[in-house]
Each structure stands twice: as C-alpha cells, then as structure tokens.
RNA sequence: GCCGGCGUGGCGAAAUGGCAGACGCGACAGACUCAAAAUCUGUUUACCGCAAGGUAGUGGGGGUUCAAGUCCCUUCGCCGGCACCA
C-alpha cells in the first residue's frame, strides 16, 4: 500500500467549511528531503558555544547514546534518536539554547573481524559504515547540530583518551597488574569474552584457556563508595540504579585475620563475625598466596590447585559442586585457641574481599554443605527463627547472651590488637581492566625501556597514532606488533631504544566522555574547553539501551568524577536524568540477521515517509517497555493520522485576524478552544516532566478530532481556525517536524516551526463554562451531572441529592456523609440501611 | 537463590488514589462508488434486558479508604539483572 504517495483527492465529506478544493501537494518523501537540506544549509540546530551565551541563558543538553558504526541502523535507533528529538525540539521552542549532536563509537572488533575476514582496513570498513549510517539517521530528520559530529577512531579524538590517561597515571588512578584472560594457545592470541562460546574459540573451535597476563587498569574502586552514594541524588529509573547497586556491590563487614602454626597471617572478610565461634575450618581461594606456597612442596595440593585453575571461569561458576582440599596447614582460632583446618576451595574467589573465608556451617549455607562434604563437625552459635539469621549467641564464652549486633562490635574491639580486626567495607566491583590485545583501539601510550620499566610517554609526543602497516590475520599476538614502524622508540625518560607498548584501550574509555567532546570537538589544544562543560553540564536528558544499565554507565560516571578531579568537570555526576528504553522486536524476538526478521527503517520511510515512523514510534508503546513490531498496521494509523491533519488544514486560507475577546466566542467555539489550550498545557507536561511520549500523540489526536468534529460558521470562524491550527501544528512539530514545517508555511508563516516559540496557554480556556460532576453513592456511579464550573461544593452536593438518578439510591436509607473531595469533581453518597 | 519490574478488551495501550478501557490497530455494519481503494459515520469488556437500565470486571486471595488498576499484605505467572560475593 503506498498510502502517501500520490494520494488521489478524497470524496469531500468534511463538516469543515471549506472555501476551496485545491488538488493535494503534500508528497513526504519529496518535502521531507526538502526541508532537511534546508534546515542543514541554515544551520538551524546550530548550539551556540559557551562565549555566545550568558550564565543566565537557558540551555538543553540532550543526549542520546552514540551508536557503532555497523553500517545500518536499525529500529532501535530510529526509537532512541526520534524520543531524543522529540525532547530537544520541544526544548528548543520552548526558547532554551539545545545541544544535541551525533558521533561514533567507531573502534572496537567488528572492524577488526572485517579486517581479517575481507583483507580491508578497520579504517576504511569504519568510514563507510559511518556515512552509510549517517545518511539513514539524516533521512530521519535528527536535529542534530551535524557540526560537532565526532568519531572515536579520528587521532583528534582518541588522543584526548592518551591524555587522559596520563593524567591519571600522575595520579596514581592507572595501574599494572596480572589478570586472567581468555588465551587461545592454537591461535596465540587472547579473545574477548563474546568471542568465547562454551570454552572454544566461537570462529575456529580452538579450546580457550585462562592465562594470566600483565595488564593495565585504572583504579575505579577508589570511587566504588561515591559511586554508590552518588545513585541517590540521580532521577534515573530505579531498576537501572538497582542494577549499578548489586554491581557495584557494597558489602559491610569485619576483617580479621588467623594465624598459621607458622606465624604466617591469613586475612578472612565476614559479614557474620558474631558467628566467629561457630568457626570450624578455613576455605582459601586456590589463587591465595599462602595456598601457593604450600602447594610447592604439597603435590596433592598443587594438582588440586592446577585443576581448579584450568576451568574457565564460566565453568567455576556455573557448577555448583563444591570442591575442597584438605592442606597440612592448620590455624589458631583466636578466642578459643583452637586448632582449625585449613582447607583450598573452588567456591572461594581471590578477587573478592581477602580470597579467604572463615567456614562457619553451622550458619552459612555453602559453608554447611562443604562441611557435610567433608565431614567437618558444625556448630550451632546463635539462636534464631532461623539459621541464617542474626540472634542472639550461645556457646560464645564471654560473648554469650549478647545479641548479634552488639557482640558483632564486642569482638571487632577485643580482637583488634590480637587479631587485627577491624570494619570493613568490600566491592564486587572491579578495577577497571583497560588492556586489550587488539589493533583497532586507542594505542596505550607507555613505552617499555630496558633501563627504566614501563614509562608514561609524554603530553607532547601525544597522540601516539596507529600505524597504517599492519597484518590482520587474526591469529599471534596484538597486531601492532606485526607493524615496523611503531614498536621502536626511544624512551621518554633516558632516550634508550624501547619498545612501545603495543596493547590498546577497551573501547569503553571512548565513550566515557564524548558528551564532553562534543561540546568542543574541534578544540586541537584541548580535550575541551571547561567552560563549555561549565555552560553545558551536566546532561539533562540521556537515552538509550537498558544494555547500557551497568558497564557503560557506570564507566562513565567513574570517569566524569576524575575528570572533576582533574578540575575539568564540574558537576559530580554526568547525567542528571536517564531513560532507558526498551527494545524492538518481531514477533516476539529481538530483530537480528541470523533470524532473517529485520526491518529496515529506510524501507519504512519510502513507503511512508520519516514522520510516519517517527510518530509510529513514539505512539505505539511507553518508552521504556519493549516494542513488538507486529506488521505496518500501525504505521499505517500513524500515516493515516499524519495524512489527515493535513487535508484537515489545506482549505484553509491563512488570515490575519487576531482571536476576538473570548466572551465573543460561541459556547461550541469555547469548547473547541478549551479542548485546545488543555490539550496544550497536558503535552507541555507530558514533555516537561512525565516524560510520557506515547500520550503526546494520543493527545494530538483526541485534539484533532475535536477540531474535525468543530463547524468553523461563526463570523470569525476564519481567525478561530487559524488560532487553532497554529498551535496545532507548533505542539506537532517535535514529533513530525517535516510536515509540520510544510504545514507552517502554508498558515503563512515565515522560517522555520522549529524554530517558532512553543504556544502559551491561556488559562481563561483551561476552564470551561460548565464542569461534569460524577454521583457516587456507595461508590458507584449513579449520575453525571453538568453544572456551571463556578458551583460552590454545598452547591454541588444538593445538586447531587436532589437529582433524579440518586433518589432511588436513597430511598429507604440513612445518610451516612457526603464528600466533596478537592477538585470537585466528584460528589460521593454514603448512605446505610435505616 | 537474591534483587528489580510488569500482569487492564481480539491487539498496542490510557487512567498523576476520584467516571476503568481515552487514543490507535483490528473486526463488524452503514454512506459514497458500476466496483474496489481511499474517505466519512456508527458499533466493538462480559453477562442479564426490547429498552431504560442493572450486575460483574484491571492474574488470584485478603486489607486500608467515602473512593483502589493505582496504596499495604499474601499468592501465582511472565520479563529483566545478578548469581558460590563470604
């Protein structure tokens, strides 16, 4: 069906007074173009920079997350983009300077994969990709200020990751140390989680290993506690800070530690220290120091310990079989003196609080069923409803009687100079491992001399480029160390021959402040200018995928505190507010190549145009839940609708005639009005502050039916409708921009409806002459009266007693009360049985 | 297992404690048409009723309130996140 191209003229049926049939012009897809090459050649989304504004200049930062460059959108975008627009336009009208703007998160493997695969450079791949992708995005009518586009692959922009990274060095923020990678022994090379399926090589089969390797990462864990803290002042969904919550992981507790008959110490984090009485063996992770050494002169122990290593991680956590092994090591249980076996266990992770816990089975789960395992006595040590609960304890020397709590802070102060114990707070967060053993990524700029170890290059030998002479063959090491040109260098320090470092930064660094470097990303001297994050900052409104929710987010919001740090950011957190929305599917499932169930957004638009779709869109679900996109019945309602606000307007002959005085309207006029200026004051919050995007058009819709249902006869029925329609199609403008542009000039209008102010309202019209008030008796609804808007509550009430419907209701019975609640919308009977 | 969210017509959904189902899709009927398309008009939660109207109804059960889809408790189902976290 071709619903708007060339549509034939209807068989006119309008109740509208039309003074002329003209042959209809609108044809989308030849205006929509149109008016985007104009609004382009004007540079009418231009955002100012911070010297063209005054601290008192009201600005919008409107962020959506900026995709890779893959080389088709698809209807995720067309979500994303078209809600970030809808805001940024309505904020642009509603007079406030708008940054919104497009880049590209362009390193990262899918280059580097096509680089293998198809022999084609990653650059190459990504540059058209990106203006394949752009030319889509543009066909959407964005109002993106294309002038501050950025690509994270261009030197101008990954240098500023190389100088950031320096400067966090000198803060002691940037780190060397050994982490598990996933290693492909056949292929030599380290692989990326995703490209590990079931412990093979997800292209060749080739097994994967974990191997240790030397790497670097930045320090984030020194932010975990304002990390979490800062979630509280955010207006984001609360699933997502729940989400960053659990990952982040903050876990109170005490640490204590026990000694070895050798003297050697061995730290434990609990949450239970109340239970240290129930304490019957200790379980240490087979990574833990003192298990190592063991290990040497224990060969049991060492195969145990060699086992456990060579599972994957996926492996170690999906099994649920605990396994133990008994050392000949034993401890001294602090308070009782007691001697306690010292076991290694598979369940007990070195990277999470000391790599050591104290097995208390008599409360602990995993700790009972390790017992059981291997026939360890569990004791029981506090009294409970249940097991794993705190109480009170029992069989605690000194410390009986006492509840958890208080006996919890009792043994923390008596064990603090025997034991070392103190409180502590332990993260499941992660420092942030940065190494990644890929060409196509921010090279990391250290440089590896003989004399002086690992050595920061300095600022201005900065960026350190990617070479162009590179092998991709997928197999070996990183390939930068395949280039000739790049690995030599002279050491930064004492300039003897040294080799680069030839590792390149995950791709998170690069999208961990690009909403900074669009504000200045032309700045050659700068990553960008702290007084246009000072005007900008933070970011109003950010959307994008829920997939997002933890590492992307939290990343960021890492990064942006450092950069504060760094004096260049001056807000504590980057983005105020945040939505994530949710997915488009096709029956049922996420769109996707391998299941054949794409729609192609370009597909959509030629058959019914941009505005179409971007209104479809937005109408036919809340944002933040998913889309299934059942068929193009509903996109067809949204052309359908489109199509007939148009015809609606086009008899309409543009005057200049200003409203008459409201009390010369008719009542039939008043209402329309009424309908009119509610249904603008509704959209404006719907945009300001609910965020509801799908009512906005089900309220322009509503409106426009009122208007269609309205006979325009009175005397100035022509300067009504012209009131009518020019706010019409100004609280149509976010949404579908393009026809809306058209539909402007044709109301005789000159420049562009974007850039028009958004209507006011007048409030006289927000009430209407007479109000509908509702009879509950009992409850239930038994009458609807009209009465004048002014009648005062006693009014209304005796109106609702008195009334024809009600009487029966009260027939025979007690009146009980009568309420009128605030609003007055509703009279509320309660009677009883005399 | 833990955490979070969601359950409303045939479907997408609306309802900021105050008229449940707005708006749209689909379906059905009618007008226009030689016909179709497009457009316009009407109907469209279930049950009872010729109708006026009544009764029930927002996954199930209970509660708070004059009033509950909305708040509280409980239970079932679905979705998402995390998952040996000491």
């Given at each position: 069906m071709r619903v708007l191209r060339r549509p034939r003229r209807p068989s006119v049926n309008l109740k509208w007074s039309s003074r002329h049939v003209s042959p209809m012009t609108y044809d989308p897809l030849q205006h929509e173009v149109n008016i985007q090459e104009r609004w382009m050649k004007e540079k009418a989304f231009r955002a100012p920079f911070a010297k063209e504004m005054t601290p008192a200049t009201p600005t919008f930062y409107m962020l959506v997350m900026l995709p890779y460059p893959s080389g088709r959108i698809h209807m995720g975008h067309v979500r994303n983009y078209t809600l970030g627009d809808v805001v940024a336009r309505f904020q642009r009208m509603r007079g406030k300077k708008v940054m919104h703007t497009m880049g590209w998160d362009s390193f990262g493997l899918p280059a580097e994969n096509a680089a293998i695969q198809h022999q084609i450079h990653p650059a190459i791949w990504t540059r058209k990709n990106i203006a394949d992708m752009k030319k889509q995005i543009q066909r959407l009518g964005i109002s993106y200020d294309w002038d501050r586009e950025l690509a994270s692959f261009e030197p101008a922009y990954y240098r500023w990751n190389q100088w950031f990274f320096l400067q966090m060095w000198k803060r002691g923020d940037v780190f060397r140390a050994l982490r598990n990678v996933n290693w492909c022994e056949a292929l030599g090379t380290v692989l990326a989680n995703e490209q590990v399926v079931d412990g093979k090589d997800e292209r060749t089969g080739h097994p994967?290993?974990?191997?240790?390797?030397?790497?670097?990462?930045?320090?984030?864990?020194?932010?975990?506690?304002?990390?979490?803290?800062?979630?509280?002042?955010?207006?984001?969904?609360?699933?997502?800070?729940?989400?960053?919550?659990?990952?982040?992981?903050?876990?109170?507790?005490?640490?204590?530690?026990?000694?070895?008959?050798?003297?050697?110490?061995?730290?434990?984090?609990?949450?239970?220290i109340d239970t240290l009485f129930g304490v019957s063996f200790l379980a240490l992770s087979t990574e833990h120091p003192v298990i190592q050494e063991a290990a040497q002169s224990d060969p049991d122990l060492a195969s145990f310990c060699q086992t456990i290593g060579k599972q994957s991680r996926e492996e170690r956590l999906t099994s649920d079989v605990k396994l133990g092994h008994r050392t000949r090591l034993q401890a001294r249980h602090p308070m009782t003196g007691d001697l306690i076996p010292i076991f290694a266990a598979n369940y007990v992770l070195m990277d999470y609080g000391t790599g050591a816990v104290m097995g208390v089975p008599g409360h602990d789960e995993r700790d009972e069923a390790f017992a059981l395992k291997y026939q360890l006595p569990i004791v029981t040590v506090i009294e409970a409803p249940t097991r794993w609960e705190p109480g009170v304890l029992i069989h605690s020397g000194d410390f009986s009687g006492m509840t958890s709590e208080a006996a919890s802070h009792a043994l923390v102060k008596a064990l603090a100079q025997t034991a070392d114990a103190e409180w502590m707070l332990t993260f499941k967060l992660k420092d942030w491992g940065l190494s990644r053993q890929r060409y196509w990524g921010t090279p990391i700029p250290t440089v590896h001399c003989p004399q002086c170890g690992v050595v920061p290059e300095t600022e201005d030998r900065l960026p350190v480029l990617l070479p162009e002479d590179?092998?991709?063959?997928?197999?070996?090491?990183?390939?930068?160390?395949?280039?000739?040109?790049?690995?030599?260098?002279?050491?930064?320090?004492?300039?003897?021959?040294?080799?680069?470092?030839?590792?390149?930064?995950?791709?998170?660094?690069?999208?961990?402040?690009?909403?900074?470097?669009?504000?200045?990303?032309?700045?050659?001297?700068?990553?960008?200018?702290?007084?246009?994050?000072?005007?900008?900052?933070?970011?109003?409104?950010?959307?994008?995928?829920?997939?997002?929710?933890?590492?992307?987010?939290?990343?960021?919001?890492?990064?942006?505190?450092?950069?504060?740090?760094?004096?260049?950011?001056?807000?504590?957190?980057?983005?105020?507010?945040?939505?994530?929305?949710?997915?488009?599917?096709?029956?049922?499932?996420?769109?996707?190549?391998?299941?054949?169930?794409?729609?192609?957004?370009?597909?959509?638009?030629?058959?019914?145009?941009?505005?179409?779709?971007?209104?479809?869109?937005?109408?036919?679900?809340?944002?933040?839940?998913?889309?299934?996109?059942?068929?193009?019945?509903?996109?067809?309602?949204?052309?359908?609708?489109?199509?007939?606000?148009?015809?609606?307007?086009?008899?309409?002959?543009?005057?200049?005639?200003?409203?008459?005085?409201?009390?010369?309207?008719?009542?039939?006029?008043?209402?329309?009005?009424?309908?009119?200026?509610?249904?603008?004051?509704?959209?404006?919050?719907?945009?300001?502050?609910?965020?509801?995007?799908?009512?906005?058009?089900?309220?322009?819709?509503?409106?426009?039916?009122?208007?269609?249902?309205?006979?325009?006869?009175s005397p100035h029925a022509d300067a009504v409708r012209q009131h009518v329609w020019d706010i019409f199609v100004r609280l149509l403008a976010p949404t579908a921009p393009h026809l809306s542009e058209y539909l402007w000039?044709?109301?005789?209008?000159?420049?562009?409806?974007?850039?028009?102010?958004?209507?006011?309202?007048?409030?006289?019209?927000?009430?209407?002459?007479?109000?509908?008030?509702?009879?509950?008796?009992?409850?239930?609804?038994?009458?609807?009266?009209?009465?004048?808007?002014?009648?005062?509550?006693?009014?209304?009430?005796?109106?609702?007693?008195?009334?024809?419907?009600?009487?029966?209701?009260?027939?025979?019975?007690?009146?009980?009360?009568v309420i009128v609640p605030p609003g007055g919308k509703i009279v509320s009977v309660v009677v009883k049985d005399a």
């Open positions: 994967v290993v974990q191997k240790p390797m030397e790497q670097y990462f930045f320090a984030i864990t020194k932010y975990a506690d304002e990390l979490i803290e800062g979630l509280e002042s955010l207006d984001w969904p609360e699933n997502i800070k729940a989400m960053q919550r659990h990952w982040i992981g903050r876990s109170a507790g005490a640490r204590l530690s026990f000694e070895l008959i050798s003297g050697v110490r061995i730290s434990v984090f609990t949450t239970r590179i092998q991709f063959s997928g197999r070996g090491a990183s390939p930068l160390t395949t280039s000739t040109t790049f690995l030599q260098v002279a050491c930064p320090e004492c300039g003897t021959e040294a080799r680069r470092e030839t590792d390149t930064m995950d791709t998170f660094v690069d999208s961990s402040w690009y909403w900074l470097r669009y504000l200045d990303s032309k700045n050659t001297t700068q990553a960008f200018h702290p007084d246009e994050a000072k005007a900008w900052t933070p970011v109003d409104l950010y959307i994008g995928g829920v997939e997002h929710a933890t590492m992307h987010l939290i990343y960021a919001r890492y990064f942006h505190k450092v950069l504060r740090d760094l004096g260049m950011a001056h807000a504590d957190e980057p983005f105020q507010r945040l939505i994530c929305q949710g997915m488009v599917l096709k029956d049922g499932f996420k769109m996707s190549k391998s299941k054949g169930n794409i729609v192609d957004p370009d597909d959509v638009i030629e058959r019914y145009g941009a505005d179409a779709l971007r209104l479809f869109m937005i109408f036919a679900s809340p944002i933040e839940k998913e889309i299934d996109w059942t068929g193009f019945e509903g996109i067809e309602g949204a052309a359908r609708f489109l199509k007939r606000v148009e015809r609606l307007i086009d008899p309409h002959t543009p005057t200049q005639a200003s409203l008459p005085l409201l009390s010369r309207l008719s009542p039939e006029e008043k209402k329309l009005l009424s309908k009119l200026h509610q249904t603008l004051h509704r959209m404006t919050d719907d945009l300001e502050s609910r965020y509801s995007f799908n009512t906005l058009v089900s309220s322009l819709m509503e409106l426009l039916n009122s208007i269609q249902e309205h006979t325009f006869s000039t044709r109301l005789g209008h000159s420049g562009f409806v974007a850039h028009a102010p958004w209507p006011s309202c007048i409030p006289e019209l927000l009430v209407t002459d007479e109000i509908l008030v509702v009879v509950q008796v009992n409850g239930k609804v038994r009458a609807r009266l009209t009465l004048p808007s002014d009648s005062t509550d006693t009014a209304k009430q005796e109106a609702a007693l008195r009334c024809a419907e009600v009487q029966p209701w009260l027939q025979g019975k007690t009146l009980v009360k």
